[in-house]
């Protein structure tokens, strides 16, 4: 096998193994960096992609693409212990998230 085979196979299954990942553990994941910071997501209307952004205080603003509905992706961050809403500025569309406090 050629070293431009093995490089070939390398990345064809270093792809195959991050898009095998569930969109589920990517947001697990990707929360889990800073779980107390807010989080934002958008996405065009009825697009199977949503951006979802972490507004992090120290580590500052970083944004991954999510293969999910908005719906499921606010369904999950509820599942994750996020609250949901529209922001208060009316001109704006995206969804905020912020932890709910744990007692």
Known sequence: MSIAQKLQSKFSQESQDASSKHPEQVLKDFIAEDPNSVYTFDSERDSP???LCREGKEKGRKCIEMQMYSTQLFQ????QGFFCALPMDPTRTHIECKRIPKN
Do not use: R, V, Y
Not at 76 to 79: D, H, L, V
């Open 76 to 79: 999950a961050m509820q599942n």
């Open 49 to 51: 992609k949503s951006e």
